[in-house]
């Protein structure tokens, strides 16, 4: 039986009172972190100074997305910083083998996300240097938005990829995960799933999470 992973994003979270709201999620998997700069993405969030000190006080590991120009001269520092995993996006790294490298050279698991319009088929020589793919359900920017469907295909296509060079990345998917959407990417091959508005948006946070699990669940 395959674990879901359910990592909440705290860009729905409440900014002001950050380390409460990292308690209310105590039974995931991880915390993600959308790190986005306004160029990217038309949203501007977070940087290194807040994720360091999110890193010192977080019971949870934390597992950083960043929606950044320059990946490959930022992310190594998300790594050093002690991020479990950075996920840069391919649109947004020259190098995106070296940057991999860099990554799990600073010790962290070494991700990389596609837009939706992004083809995963250009990448797939390459999975064997990363730990995660993340597979994006929604177009990056804002967390409230609703789980494309269309995405479902590269999903199953990374997924059959992964199993036929007997690689043993994870896939993520992030946006739009609900009660009624994560069994549909679980099915298509997805195993992390990032949950901001279904699950800060819930009066229990806990429960909330245990309802993804539970969603999510299939007979493999
Ligand atoms: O990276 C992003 C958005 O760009 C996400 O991590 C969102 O924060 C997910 O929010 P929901 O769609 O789950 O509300
Ligand atoms: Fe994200």
Redesign the pocket.
Known sequence: MTHLRINP?I??ADFVNLEAELQRISSADAV?V?V?DNHF?P?LTLGLPVVRRIQQVSPLPLDV?L?IEDADRWAPQYAEAGAASVTFHAEAATAPVKLARELRDAGAKAAMALRPATPVEPYLDMLGELDMLLV?T????????SFLDLTLPKIRRAASAIEGAGLDLVIQV????TEETILRAAEAGATVF??????Y?ADDAASAITALRTAGFRDA
Not at 138 to 145: A, D, I, K, S, T
Request: aromatic share 4%; glycine share 24%; proline share 3%.
């Open positions: 994003s860009l729905s993600h959308d986005m993405v949203n997305h929606m994006m929604v177009e990056p920017g804002f967390g409230g938005q992030d946006g739009g995960i990032v949950a901001g508005s279904s699950v948006g």
